[in-house]
């Protein structure tokens, strides 16, 4: 539970930083074509998007062979 508050901070923060610099997500095709900036509903938006990506690194981590040591 620790870990899912981190990561929910972080995201705030993120969404914080991104409203601070004006950026917002435009998603082209797709039902949910629009623009949303990182607030209100758009917030809930990145916060979804940005653990799904989490999600997909950790699966591409665990899924790829350790890596050799370069000496």
Known sequence: MYAARVVAAELTA????????????EMLAGPLTGIYDP????KTLFAFFAAMAE???ETIREAAPPSSPTT
């Not at 993120?14 to 997500?25: E, N, P, W, Y």
Request: charged letters at 15%; glycine letters at 16%; proline letters at 0%.
């Open 14 to 25: 993120l969404a914080d930083h991104l409203t601070a610099h004006g950026l917002v997500l």
């Open 55 to 57: 999600t997909e690194r």
């Open 39 to 42: 607030s209100g509903a758009g």
